[in-house]
């Protein structure tokens, strides 16, 4: 499962990253943040137009908003 495909509110770690999907500069900008293998995220939001663009995670006590290209590059196990 993708985090992109996560339900609202379930719990998840990412179990891995296709970090060839993002451009390094975008890849450097998640990692700052702690996402990255191991983290525990949930989705809090989606947006509301067409492609359901952008998805804000919640990530620790931050509130983080992905690019749905970013979210699907990222696998994820529910908790």
Same mark, same amino acid.
């Not at 451009?23 to 359901?52: C, M, Q, S, Y």
């Given at each position: 499962?993708?985090?992109?495909?996560?339900?609202p509110?379930?719990?998840?770690?990412?179990?891995?990253?296709?970090?060839?999907?993002?451009?390094?500069?975008?890849?450097?900008r998640? *990692?700052?943040?702690?996402i990255?293998?191991?983290?525990?995220?949930?989705?809090?939001?989606?947006?509301?137009?067409?492609? *359901?663009?952008?998805?804000?995670?919640t990530?620790? *006590?931050?509130t983080?908003?992905?690019?749905?290209?970013?979210?699907?590059?990222?696998?994820? *196990?529910?908790?």
């Amino acid at each position: 499962m993708t985090l992109d495909t996560l339900q609202p509110l379930a719990e998840a770690e990412i179990t891995s990253v296709d970090w060839d999907q993002l451009a390094p500069e975008e890849a450097k900008r998640l *990692r700052a943040l702690g996402i990255d293998v191991g983290a525990h995220v949930a989705i809090a939001n989606r947006g509301i137009f067409l492609g *359901r663009d952008p998805i804000a995670i919640t990530i620790g *006590r931050m509130t983080v908003a992905l690019r749905r290209v970013h979210a699907k590059a990222m696998s994820v *196990r529910a908790l």
